[in-house]
């Protein structure tokens, strides 16, 4: 919570949308727990999962632009390209975030693909995004573009793919790895199987999964 509430405020004056379908089968999940966490903080009574309801969707989402209510739309990848496909929408007073990949779902596509259909179809000039997994506390965030953006707590480092001793690379792709200092009563030191870039001021890319590393997350939830 005090990540978010660096990045985007206190969560209680936003409308927040969760759009993570198949949710109630994998209430486990900590992509559901996090905007779950969120939808509680929230003091709208419209806040909540939202799932393959998308008419319901549309109608919550154009009540608040018509009420310029600062609003949160949160969805895995392939949900939101769904829902976009069938509603265009002029949005003025929504941000909407994205939080991973097809996961089999539709045909792969790069974030400045996703990107930029979604702001088509929704009329938004930005796509944020979330960069988070289950073993971290912290996520890290990007307002548009492709660096994400870590709380002071959360770094994050590029591993030389042939030589894993050989640490900080910069402006080079390797592996990523995320030192979360919130994760007090766990390990704080996590080498991903994401691809990436970090840059001098912190910031970092995720290029994709590195070669022979399974397919997983939160986003692959099941019907």
């Known amino acids: 919570m005090s990540c978010f509430e660096k990045f985007y405020g206190l969560p209680k004056f936003k409308c927040i949308l969760g759009l993570l379908p ?34 319901k969707l549309h109608r919550t989402i154009m009540h608040n632009e018509l009420l310029k209510m600062p609003t949160l739309l949160i969805g895995v990848t392939y949900a939101l390209l769904d829902f976009a496909e069938k509603y265009s929408m002029q949005l003025r007073h929504t941000i909407v975030m994205e939080t991973g990949g097809m996961k089999g779902r539709r045909e792969e596509m790069t974030r400045q693909q996703v990107h930029e259909q979604l ?9 944020h995004s979330e960069y988070g997994m289950t073993e971290l506390m912290s996520q890290a965030y990007t307002k548009g573009g492709n660096r994400f953006i870590t709380p002071p707590w959360m770094k994050v480092f590029a591993r030389d793919l ?3 001793m050989q640490k900080g690379l910069l402006n080079e792709s390797g592996g990523i790895n995320v030192v979360d200092l919130a994760n007090y ?14 840059y001098e001021d912190g910031s970092f890319e995720v290029l994709g999964r590195l070669d022979n590393s399974d397919v997983r997350g939160c986003n692959l939830l099941i019907d």
């Open 22 to 55: 198949s949710y109630l089968e994998r209430r486990q999940s900590s992509l559901v727990m996090m905007t779950d966490e969120l939808i509680r903080a929230s003091a709208n009574d419209l806040s909540g999962f939202y799932l393959y309801d998308h008419e």
């Open 162 to 164: 042939t030589d894993p």
């Open 119 to 127: 702001q088509t179809q929704l009329g938004i000039s930005l796509v």
């Open 185 to 198: 009563h766990s390990v704080a030191f996590i080498e991903t199987e994401d691809l990436g870039r970090v």
